[in-house]
Antibody, heavy 120, light 109 residues
């Protein structure tokens, strides 16, 4: 099964850009995932979908974050990246990378998550 | 934007049956919203339980089942066990947008 590992700075200053990477590995078996994306969870809160990118290259974002977020995929590095600009304390959360075969089935594979704190 | 609502907390006795629901402010939840359910325990990422095709994810016990009930998506857990105590999250699809409910904390007592 595909495995996902998030990485990035644990601390970001307000107004700066948060950049996270997700390394995708699946051993000798070809991946069945057709989309990858990011979901976050603020401390003690529920899950919030940030956005998804498909194997076609098309990306879709949460309308509430669309003006600040971009997700890209580098197939040569087997990596999916997240960039979130102009961060505030409200962006403090555990950020999960996820993937799935189709949006019909929902996110099927999850990384362990990486914690990000926004503070000066 | 549509708001998806779940019960904040539910308590059930061991061996009992409990149904958690997932409602949308925009109206009736249908199969076209591909309702998906996840279980999350403290310190762990969410684990898929029921996918948007209303099938159990690999490894999900048959005690967990998804359905549509009274205009909402529903997750029913039968023969509840202490290990089922967790947060349960639902997800609905609206075109290319995904919306999560606020999650339900299930207590087994």
């Amino acid at each position: 099964q595909e495995q996902l590992q998030e990485s990035g700075p644990g601390l970001v200053k307000p107004s700066e850009t948060l950049s996270l990477a997700c390394s995708v590995s699946h051993g000798p078996v070809k991946s069945t995932s057709t989309y990858w994306g990011w979901i976050r969870q603020a401390p003690g809160k529920g899950l919030e979908w940030i956005g998804s990118i498909y194997d076609t290259g098309n990306a879709y974002y949460n309308p509430s974050l669309r003006s600040r977020v971009s997700i890209s995929r580098d197939t040569s590095k087997s990596q999916v990246s997240l960039h979130l600009t102009s961060v505030t304390a409200a962006d403090t959360a555990l950020y999960y990378c996820m993937s799935g075969r189709s949006y019909v089935y929902g996110p099927e594979v999850w990384g362990q998550g990486t914690a990000v704190s926004v503070s000066s | 934007q549509t708001v998806v609502t779940q019960e904040p907390s539910v308590t059930v006795s061991p061996g009992g049956t409990v149904t958690l629901t997932c409602a949308a402010s925009s109206g009736t939840v249908t199969r076209g919203h591909y309702p998906t359910w996840f279980q999350q325990k403290p310190g762990q990422p969410p684990r898929p339980l029921i996918n948007g095709d209303n099938n159990r994810h690999s490894g999900t016990p048959a005690r967990f089942s998804g359905s549509l009930l009274g205009g909402k998506a529903a997750l029913t857990v039968s023969d509840v066990r202490p290990d089922d105590e967790a947060d349960y999250h639902c997800l609905l699809n609206y075109g290319q947008t995904v919306i999560f409910g606020g999650g339900t904390k299930l207590t087994v007592l």
